[in-house]
T-cell receptor, first 116, second 111 residues
Framework: NAGVTQTPKFRILKIGQSMTLQCAQDMNHNYMYWYRQDPGMGLKLIYYSVGAGITDKGEVPNGYNVSRSTTEDFPLRLELAAPSQTSVYFC???????????????FGQGTRLTVV | RKEVEQDPGPFNVPEGATVAFNCTYSNSASQSFFWYRQDCRKEPKLLMSVYSSGNEDGRFTAQLNRASQYISLLIRDSKLSDSATYLCVVNTLVTASKLTFGTGTRLQVTL
């Protein structure tokens, strides 16, 4: 059982380039999340999705876009990369039955991105 | 007020000590609570869920206080390997229930 898979694990981008961070989960979770974590800091939510076709902004969405065309995949797009986007990016998934309960989140191993 | 707040620490304790962390949350309707552990440069991993009646897993005990809106984590007989950042996680209800992470409390266990 793979869980949450992120690719690539490492990437160096030049300022102004674009890229897509891939995230896939095989647990049939309806909720998926993208976080970034700067050195020595906590996780900050970029975007999340409660199901296929539904996405919503987190606390730091500027400079990023997401899509959720399937339950399994939740790619994160960086347009016009900037040095401020140098960070570790984590994708996670969890399950909610639509009520007030949600299961624990499972994380991918992260993507370490450097923008130079 | 932040949705989930933790003391960032660091907590420096000797091996064998007992240490406790608290975490407060702002939404009284929250229903799901967790403690995660994160090692340096690694992904967060679930340590334990927190149930209304409190729960214990070996040296770790988690408690929920709904009236005061906080959860706690107690670590007994600390080991060097317990050194990590401990994240409090709560589901917060905006347009849909989602998990919100605290910024974490750093624990350093020393000889």
């Amino acid at each position: 059982n793979a869980g949450v898979t992120q690719t690539p694990k490492f990437r160096i981008l030049k300022i102004g380039q674009s890229m897509t961070l891939q995230c896939a989960q095989d647990m049939n979770h309806n909720y998926m999340y993208w976080y970034r974590q700067d050195p020595g800091m906590g996780l900050k939510l970029i975007y999340y999705s409660v199901g296929a076709g539904i996405t919503d902004k987190g606390e730091v969405p500027n400079g990023y876009n997401v899509s959720r065309s399937t339950t399994e995949d939740f790619p994160l797009r960086l347009e016009l990369a900037a040095p401020s986007q140098t960070s570790v990016y984590f994708c996670a998934s969890s399950y909610s039955n639509g009520g007030r309960m949600v299961t624990e989140a499972f994380f991918g191993q992260g993507t370490r991105l450097t923008v130079v | 007020r932040k949705e989930v707040e933790q003391d960032p620490g660091p907590f420096n304790v000797p091996e064998g000590a007992t240490v406790a962390f608290n975490c407060t949350y702002s939404n009284s309707a929250s229903q799901s609570f967790f403690w995660y552990r994160q090692d340096c440069r690694k992904e967060p991993k679930l340590l334990m869920s927190v149930y209304s009646s409190g729960n214990e897993d070996g040296r770790f005990t988690a408690q929920l206080n709904r009236a005061s809106q906080y959860i706690s984590l107690l670590i007994r007989d600390s080991k060097l390997s317990d050194s990590a950042t401990y994240l409090c996680v709560v589901n917060t209800l905006v347009t849909a229930s989602k998990l919100t992470f605290g910024t974490g409390t750093r624990l350093q266990v020393t000889l």
